[in-house]
């Protein structure tokens, strides 16, 4: 019934689409009135072989080559990968493994480069300027090669969207500026200060995908943005088919599926991508990348990230080369001394809490915050037992039922859990963030999750196992049939003109080899 | 403490005893009416119920080994509050103690405390109460009496030793001092074959009086307005949603209407129905407690209607007069399965998936 009234609502006007559920966290955007800054390059740069969502890229250089900014120093492996360029010019000295930014500390093979302090650019790759001409299966090769992945955090390779299909055409690009994680502010500082280069990135990407309109989504909490992005549309050619859209504040309408949902009123269905219903979204951070990579032919090598947090008092909105210490960039804002905070990569509703601070920045670092524990610890208090207000089910996006997932979770009753969609749960933490009993019902899920995973990971080992363990039965079975048949042909072969005795070994042999 | 690692890292800062209190202060409108009304015997009964609530919770976390501070999330003092609400003034001393013990070890602590308890405490006490002394739990004492050789509400003393002692100590037999709550007389008289408007009449029952809660009754169910203010700040606070209570009332409200005028000569009117008794204080309080209650919003409406339901079936054919307390108590039966069928659709998946 509430669906059917906002629809009624909707169709006279008084009411916008909106995704269900949601909170209005507070937002703490200290630093969305200071410019971006510069951060300095760091002695040593540390590059993950993995900073996207899929396979590791291999490194294609050994310990000691030099390297010049923009080159390429891994290889994409497999299909959903990117490579990795170097952030500067120098020197190789290491590749082993080092922690990433990763909730469990866990390392990946990294290369560590020593910067000369020369900062020389590769200039191997050709700026297209007449993009407009350019055949859009070029651009993508262009926009994989040059490392592209989804700036807004998620790092889903870029190229990957910016496919053209006749059986799903592309209707609306939105571009997404909503930002709606608190603290975060490279988006709507990307839109103040580079929204020209924003509009060139989308004009490219609605080229690629031949998309019919554009769509940019910024909140109401960034009118300054809006304003910006107007102008930077009046000013430029051929996008009469663009326009902005504000929408009233809400986390998390920066998740794709949910700002789809509140600029068309179209759902995404379940296990198929916006790009079925004719949408593609880009982030805005993403799009200033891809104008960088087609029009100037740079492959990505820094990102904004926000270093910020209740720890710092000189936060700033930092244009980061990737693979920077995290240490030296909080050194940067004058937080010599890590230890007693706590550091989230990333906004502090769906960010991890970094436990090695070593790590560096890469390509899906969005925000660091350097949070103190009193901060800390009141938005983790001890949890309460459930009371059953069904608030989190209330601020859900994807209308699932967090307490019962929960329980079903926490009781290992996984069948349950998948039959409550756990699966469609995208982490926002809004339920967490809404509970009056402060369960850490993310966390719960999480362990679900994995929990299912591994089984199933078990189920398709045991299965292998099974297979390859039938398969061998057979072959030892085929070759005794063999080894037998031949025994008999040679005993045949070779036995005194007595037939009917021949026939009787042949009986024998049969029973022996059958024991 | 160790802080958790998993997100998300901010917390909107609502708590479980926020919850309780603000329950606790949209009851304050009702809770002060019942003082007006009944008194000292109000203050009594309130006092003895929350106090015996929260000892008895106390001594419940002890014997568990559970922290103290689990009191302090004001759910006993709630109960405490919501039983005292739902008990007639003429209830002795200890049969408040009595109830309040039922309705926290019986009612919550047996489950495992707080979330796990299938119906709502308050009043699976009050049931208990009411199945077990009939004659108390439903004799309903004058509302603002004052007067002297009977029992004078607003006297101290009079009403301790009324309270300590009943009302054989002040040689008062019951009908002295009760009347008839207007479910019950209508009841009576229908099963004397008189005519619904003609009982009301004979009672002389008035809406404004029903309204306002100047009638015989619990004593914190009398006044619809003061059930109506707090109910309307728990629905702006958003403690409450509106489901329940709108579900249930529209309900109540629909089947005697409709009943009403296909026979009115059998049927009680649509706004008797709903000022009489414990209607409103069920459909906001009681019905909306978060732990024995849905927590789906189709849910919630489905659990609505089957209390209106529940209770304008009670009122209208049981053999007990009042139904609202009775319907609550059967409906937290069916949560589980409630929850279970009436989850929303998720994102993604067509209105027919049902997976």
């Known amino acids: 019934m509430p669906a059917m009234l906002r629809k009624f609502a909707q169709r006279l006007g008084m009411l916008q689409h909106s995704f269900a559920g949601g909170v209005h966290p507070e937002m703490f955007k200290v630093t969305a009135g200071l410019p971006i800054e510069v951060a300095p390059i760091a002695p040593v740069h540390i590059l993950p072989m993995k900073q996207h969502i899929g396979e590791a890229c291999s490194p294609l250089v050994k310990v000691g080559d030099r390297v010049l900014r923009g080159q390429k120093i891994a290889k994409s492996e497999g299909y959903l ?426 009986v024998k042999d049969a029973t022996e080899e059958k024991s | 403490m160790p802080v958790m690692l998993s997100p998300p890292h901010a917390h909107g800062g609502d708590s479980i005893r926020m919850t309780m209190l603000t329950v606790i202060l949209a009851l304050l409108p009702a809770t002060m009416i019942s003082v007006y009304l009944f008194g000292w015997l109000a203050v009594l009964l309130i006092v003895t119920c929350m106090g015996t609530a929260l000892l008895t919770e106390a001594l419940c976390l002890k014997w568990m080994k559970r922290p103290l501070s689990t009191l302090l999330d004001n759910s006993a003092a709630l109960t405490g509050l919501f039983l005292a609400l739902t008990l007639p003034a003429a209830v002795p001393w200890w049969m408040a103690v009595l109830a309040s013990v039922f309705a926290i070890v019986l009612g919550k602590q047996i489950y495992g405390g707080l979330g796990y308890n299938i119906f709502n405490p308050a009043l699976s006490a009050r049931i208990i109460l009411l199945i077990s002394f009939p004659l108390h739990m439903t004799t309903w004492i004058v509302p603002m009496s004052a007067a002297e050789p009977l029992l004078n509400l607003y006297d101290f003393s009079t009403c301790l030793n009324f309270f300590l002692a009943g009302p054989d100590a002040l040689k008062l037999g019951f009908d002295a001092i009760s009347m008839a709550s207007p479910l019950g007389y209508v009841k009576t008289e229908a099963t004397l074959g008189v005519p619904v408007a003609e009982a009301l009449n004979a009672y002389n029952y008035s809406y404004l009086n029903a309204f306002l809660g100047f009638e015989a009754g619990s004593i914190g169910e009398t006044s619809a307005l003061a059930l109506l203010i707090g109910g309307i700040f728990l629905l702006a606070r958003h403690t409450i949603t509106w489901h329940i209570p709108f579900s249930y009332i529209a309900t109540v409200l629909l089947l005697a209407g409709l009943f009403n005028a296909l026979n009115p000569e059998q049927f009680t009117p649509p706004l008797f129905h709903l000022f009489a008794g414990g209607l409103i204080l069920c459909a906001f309080f009681m019905a909306t407690d978060p732990v024995s209650s849905p927590v789906t919003p189709l849910g919630q409406i489905v659990f609505g209607i089957g209390c209106g339901v529940l209770t304008w079936s009670i009122r209208s054919f049981g053999g007990y007069p009042e139904g609202a307390m009775f319907a609550v108590l059967l409906m937290n039966c069916a949560v589980p399965l409630i929850d279970h069928y009436f989850r929303p659709r998720v994102y993604g998946y067509g209105s027919g998936d049902k997976s």
């Open chain 1, 81 to 506: 990968s990117v490579p990795v360029h170097a952030p500067t010019s120098g020197r190789v000295v290491r590749i082993e493994e080092h922690a990433i930014p990763h909730p469990s500390g866990m390392g990946l093979p990294c290369i560590f480069i020593e910067s000369d302090g020369q900062d020389e650019v590769d200039e191997s790759l050709e700026p297209i300027a007449n993009w407009r001409e350019i055949n859009p299966a070029i651009l993508r090769e262009r926009v994989r090669m040059c490392g592209l992945a989804g700036l807004g955090g998620a790092v889903f390779p870029t190229f990957i969207k910016l496919i053209q299909d006749k059986r799903f055409p592309i209707e609306t690009l939105v571009l997404n500026g909503i930002e709606c994680e608190p603290w975060l502010t490279n988006d709507h500082r990307m839109m103040l200060e580079n929204p020209d280069d924003i509009l060139s990135g989308m004009a490219i990407v609605m080229h690629m995908v031949d998309a019919k309109s554009g769509i940019i989504a910024i909140e109401d909490n960034k009118p300054d943005a809006a304003i910006a992005m107007r102008e930077a549309l009046s000013r430029a050619s051929d996008m009469e088919n663009v326009r902005v859209v504000v929408l009233p504040t809400r986390y998390p309408q920066g998740s794709e599926k949910q700002l789809i949902y509140s600029l068309t009123g179209k759902e995404v269905e379940a296990g198929r991508l916006p790009m079925h219903i004719g949408v593609v979204c880009q982030n805005v951070g993403t799009s200033k990348a891809l104008h960088d990579a087609v029009v100037l032919g740079r492959t990505l090598t820094e990102r904004l990230v926000t270093v910020s947090g209740d720890a710092v008092d000189n936060p700033a909105t930092m244009s980061v080369r990737l693979g920077m210490p995290v240490r030296t960039l909080f050194a940067q804002r004058g937080v010599d001394d890590l230890s007693g905070l706590h550091l989230l990569h990333g906004g502090p509703m769906m960010g991890e809490r970094l436990k090695n601070v070593d790590v560096p920045v890469i390509k899906s670092t969005t925000g660091l915050l350097a949070m103190s524990i009193p901060t800390m610890q009141q938005a983790h208090t001890e949890e309460q037992p459930c009371i059953r207000c069904g608030h989190c089910s209330e601020a859900c996006p994807v209308h699932l039922v967090p307490n019962l997932l929960a329980d079903a979770c926490r009781s290992d009753q996984f069948d349950k859990a998948e039959k409550y969609h756990l699966f469609d749960c995208i982490e926002c933490g809004s339920c967490s963030y809404v509970c009056p009993s402060n369960i850490p019902l993310v966390h719960y899920f999480r362990y679900g999750k994995g929990q299912i995973a591994q089984t199933r990971r078990e189920q398709i080992f045991a299965e292998a196992s099974r297979k390859r363990s039938e398969t061998r039965d057979a072959r030892i079975e085929a070759e005794k049939a063999e080894k037998a048949a031949r025994r008999s042909r040679v005993r045949r072969d070779h036995a005194p003109v007595k037939p009917v005795e021949a026939v009787e070994t042949e």
